[in-house]
């Protein structure tokens, strides 16, 4: 009996489970990447299973060990960062705990900036500390202190931002990828900031280059993910540890990511030139009191980040301090405002605002943002792709509006 006769005879609920699963492998490729639902993969050979089962390159048996789906998210923004592979995670914040977990043991010492992601920080402050790490923190801008810091320490892992959250001092990383070398310490950079086409922080020397698939990359405000673009021997470790961890990346927002990218090149570019226009009125605003964004010539990374980023861009985010404000202002600023979302992420297509003190440093200590430099007047602004005078006139207004409060 052949085998449509077989399932000719089969039951009703046979049939309906089993119908149009499974086709004979297709003669055509489709243009775009499909989504791969399945959390099962077949063969028809049961060793060739079992090789998957194993680890084989290329070959899938369960989404927790890998998606098609997710190997082409992988697969380009490892392209664009210039490594030999990247591994995603179901979050950002999921894809730094797993490049600093699969770095580090407990015992060793950890050596991270003084301006990190406010959950970045806390994981090192807490959670690695309880874990049995030694972790201190050190203004990485500062070379001198920073050198000490790592010649002391001689720590096993540096952790550091290229564009700092959220005042937007950019690092030279040449110079500390130097020192962590010279030391044998990894390299840890979260480039969310810039993204991949400002700058490619492996090109320096960084071994791990974390990114908010969130952010910029996919670009939408749709997803939630995160990427750690590596070596091969890293992202073998990264690999299993996604796996045994199961912080994986879902294959229905790898697709929405791996759209995102196409885009990308055309979105920063706008961002960027936006961000310029934006940051330049605010300078002039007679309510602001400072404006943080490095393409400013006053700003003090200015010159860093023209060697780093050239005319690429300076990227799409700023912070500004209300004069004189305070909380009930800054609450006042976001209420006020009509177009800008105030909403907590970055990197959307719509321009976004939040009050770091609220919501990305709010698990530091008052002393700490302080220390960071955080005010209770200062407000970060994810500069979206509208059109620039529009950002502008939404942005003035609310501030008119706030300092009246």
Same mark, same amino acid.
């Given at each position: 009996m052949s085998d449509q006769g077989e399932k000719s005879r089969r039951g009703i609920a046979s049939r309906a489970v089993h119908g149009g699963e499974r086709p004979e492998r297709p003669q055509f490729t489709p243009v775009v990447t499909p989504i791969y639902l399945g959390s099962a993969y077949v063969y028809d050979d049961v060793e060739i299973m079992d090789a998957? #089962?194993? *680890?084989?390159? +290329?070959?899938?048996?369960?989404?927790?060990?890998?998606?098609?789906?997710?190997? /082409? @998210?992988? %697969?380009?923004?490892?392209? #664009?960062? *210039?490594?030999? +592979?990247?591994?995603?995670?179901?979050?950002?914040?999921?894809?730094?705990?797993? /490049? @600093?977990? %699969?770095?580090?043991?407990?015992?060793?010492?950890?050596?991270?900036?003084?301006?990190?992601?406010?959950?970045?920080?806390?994981?090192?402050?807490?959670?690695?500390?309880?874990?049995?790490?030694?972790?201190?923190?050190?203004?990485?801008?500062?070379?001198?202190?920073?050198?000490?810091?790592?010649?002391?320490?001689?720590?096993?892992?540096?952790?550091?931002?290229?564009?700092?959250?959220?005042?937007?001092?950019?690092?030279?990383?040449?110079?500390?990828a130097r020192m962590a070398k010279a030391v044998r310490a990894t390299l840890l950079v979260d480039a969310t900031f810039n993204g991949p086409l400002l700058y490619n922080p492996a090109a320096e020397g960084a071994q791990l280059v974390v990114h908010s698939l969130t952010k910029y990359i996919a670009g939408h405000g749709d997803v939630t993910g995160g990427i750690v673009a590596t070596t091969a021997m890293r992202r073998e470790r990264l690999s299993n540890y996604a796996k045994m961890a199961g912080a994986i990346l879902g294959p229905f927002e790898a697709w929405l990511a791996l759209r995102g990218v196409k885009t990308l090149p055309l979105r920063m570019k706008a961002h960027c030139a936006n961000a310029a226009i934006v940051a330049a009125a605010l300078a002039e605003h007679p309510h602001i009191s400072q404006v943080n964004y490095p393409g400013l010539t006053s700003h003090p990374s200015h010159q860093t980040a023209t060697r780093l980023f050239g005319e690429r861009g300076y990227g799409g985010m700023l912070s500004f301090e209300i004069k004189d404000a305070g909380r009930e202002q800054a609450f006042a600023f976001l209420e006020a405002l009509k177009m800008v979302?105030?909403?907590t992420s970055l990197g959307d297509v719509y321009s976004l605002a939040l009050y770091p003190a609220m919501s990305s440093h709010r698990s530091l200590t008052p002393e700490e943002r302080i220390a960071s430099g955080i005010?209770?007047?200062?407000?970060?602004?994810?500069v979206g792709i509208e059109d620039a005078a529009d950002i502008i006139g939404d942005i003035s207004q609310a501030v008119e509006k706030a300092v009246r409060v």
């Open positions: 998957a #089962l194993g *680890g084989a390159e +290329g070959k899938y048996v369960y989404t927790r060990y890998g998606n098609p789906t997710t190997t /082409a @998210i992988e %697969t380009v923004i490892a392209d #664009l960062e *210039g490594t030999t +592979g990247a591994v995603a995670f179901s979050s950002g914040m999921a894809a730094v705990h797993a /490049a @600093i977990m %699969t770095s580090v043991t407990t015992g060793d010492k950890i050596l991270a900036s003084r301006d990190l992601y406010g959950a970045t920080y806390s994981m090192l402050a807490g959670y690695m500390r309880e874990w049995g790490c030694t972790v201190e923190f050190v203004d990485m801008l500062d070379l001198q202190a920073t050198g000490e810091a790592i010649e002391r320490l001689k720590p096993a892992l540096i952790v550091c931002e290229i564009i700092s959250n959220p005042l937007m001092r950019v690092m030279d990383l040449s110079e500390v979302v105030p909403a005010s209770d007047g200062l407000i970060r602004v994810s």
